[in-house]
């Protein structure tokens, strides 16, 4: 696949963006140009180094390493899995996203603001934010108009599926908002490395399984200068039976101390890490050199 030479140039940007999750080359697309999910699904993406070719399905572009793959099933954790129901989808903004303000979470409302305020050093940008769910946080920073584009990224195809209808039903938020669906794994960007100016993870770090192959994807992506900024849950120094119900469902490894996070990102080549806290709730940010 050629790129006509009248594309070419349109959607430099984008070829330099996005990468085969095989071997990270950057991809030729055919389509028409930007990163709007109109061009997106309209497009198609192939690999150069590895030959493997890439389209959208059902209004997202599968960049996982399985995509494509006709008889090759691939077993995940029950937490993964349980992510990627429709069921779990359907529920996530109707009561289970509720739910956190028990443990300290301010609201999404709230914690975008929060997450704005970390970014203002990536306004004009490109935002990735991995672990997207139904759109909660990728939505409000599509129509907060601060960045050039914005990637909802998810492993989950029914929480993809979800916040398209979510994006439909939204009369502020038109087709030619700079916003795309991408399916693609936390440990596993399909992204070139330096090419992303900040990446978000909400209350997503406790339902990786591999944080350390996350986070260190995430200082790759990230160009020098990049901030990455993410929620989630802190564990709690009770014993189990007074431990919070969260805690006591899911395993112990899925919960960390601040000084774990810390640890974690540094570890990962980040700095100037810093963070807040409110009972269980943490919201951190780290910067790549």
Same mark, same amino acid.
């Given at each position: 696949?050629?790129?006509?030479?009248? %594309?070419?140039? $349109?959607?430099?940007?984008?070829?330099?963006?996005? &990468?085969?999750?095989?071997? +990270?080359?950057? !991809? /030729?697309?055919?389509?028409?140009?930007?990163?709007?999910?109109?061009?997106?699904?309209? %497009?198609?993406? $192939?690999?150069?180094?590895?030959?493997?070719?890439? &389209?959208?399905?059902?209004? +997202?572009?599968? !960049? /996982?390493?399985?995509?494509?793959?006709?008889?090759?099933?691939?077993?995940?954790?029950?937490?993964?899995?349980?992510?990627?129901?429709?069921?779990?989808?359907?529920i996530y903004e109707k009561g289970y996203r509720q739910c956190f303000k028990r443990y300290g979470f301010p609201g999404p409302d709230e914690e975008f603001k929060m997450a704005q305020d970390y970014f203002k050093s990536a306004e004009g940008g490109v935002v990735v934010d991995v672990s997207c769910g139904s759109g909660l946080f990728a939505i409000r920073f599509a129509k907060s108009g601060s960045y050039s584009g914005v990637v909802a990224l998810d492993f989950s195809e029914n929480m993809l599926l979800?916040?398209?209808?979510?994006?439909?039903?939204?009369?502020?938020?038109?087709?030619?908002?700079?916003?795309?669906?991408?399916?693609?794994?936390?440990?596993?960007?399909?992204?070139?490395?330096?090419?992303?100016?900040?990446?978000?993870?909400?209350?997503?770090?406790?339902?990786?399984?591999?944080?350390?192959?996350?986070?260190?994807?995430?200082?790759?992506?990230?160009?020098?200068?990049?901030?990455?900024?993410?929620?989630?849950?802190?564990?709690?120094?009770?014993?189990?039976?007074?431990?919070?119900?969260?805690?006591?469902?899911?395993?112990?490894?899925?919960?960390?101390?601040?000084?774990?996070?810390?640890?974690?990102?540094?570890?990962?080549?980040?700095?100037?890490?810093?963070?807040?806290?409110?009972?269980?709730?943490?919201?951190?940010?780290?910067?790549?050199?």
């Amino acid at each position: 696949m050629v790129m006509a030479p009248s %594309s070419l140039n $349109e959607s430099s940007a984008e070829v330099e963006l996005l &990468s085969c999750p095989v071997c +990270y080359e950057p !991809l /030729t697309r055919v389509g028409p140009p930007g990163l709007i999910l109109q061009a997106i699904c309209r %497009s198609s993406f $192939e690999c150069k180094k590895c030959y493997k070719s890439y &389209s959208s399905k059902k209004n +997202y572009l599968d !960049l /996982t390493v399985t995509a494509g793959l006709k008889k090759y099933v691939e077993a995940k954790p029950i937490g993964t899995e349980l992510f990627r129901s429709i069921i779990m989808s359907f529920i996530y903004e109707k009561g289970y996203r509720q739910c956190f303000k028990r443990y300290g979470f301010p609201g999404p409302d709230e914690e975008f603001k929060m997450a704005q305020d970390y970014f203002k050093s990536a306004e004009g940008g490109v935002v990735v934010d991995v672990s997207c769910g139904s759109g909660l946080f990728a939505i409000r920073f599509a129509k907060s108009g601060s960045y050039s584009g914005v990637v909802a990224l998810d492993f989950s195809e029914n929480m993809l599926l979800q916040c398209y209808d979510y994006l439909m039903r939204d009369p502020d938020t038109p087709l030619a908002t700079d916003l795309v669906l991408v399916r693609a794994d936390a440990s596993r960007l399909p992204f070139t490395s330096c090419s992303v100016d900040a990446v978000h993870a909400g209350a997503a770090l406790h339902c990786w399984p591999s944080p350390s192959n996350a986070v260190a994807e995430i200082t790759r992506v990230l160009r020098s200068g990049g901030i990455f900024v993410g929620t989630t849950f802190l564990r709690s120094s009770s014993s189990w039976m007074f431990k919070p119900l969260n805690e006591r469902i899911l395993p112990r490894g899925s919960y960390f101390t601040e000084e774990e996070i810390e640890d974690l990102c540094t570890s990962c080549g980040l700095i100037n890490y810093t963070s807040k806290v409110e009972q269980s709730f943490i919201i951190f940010s780290a910067k790549k050199p």
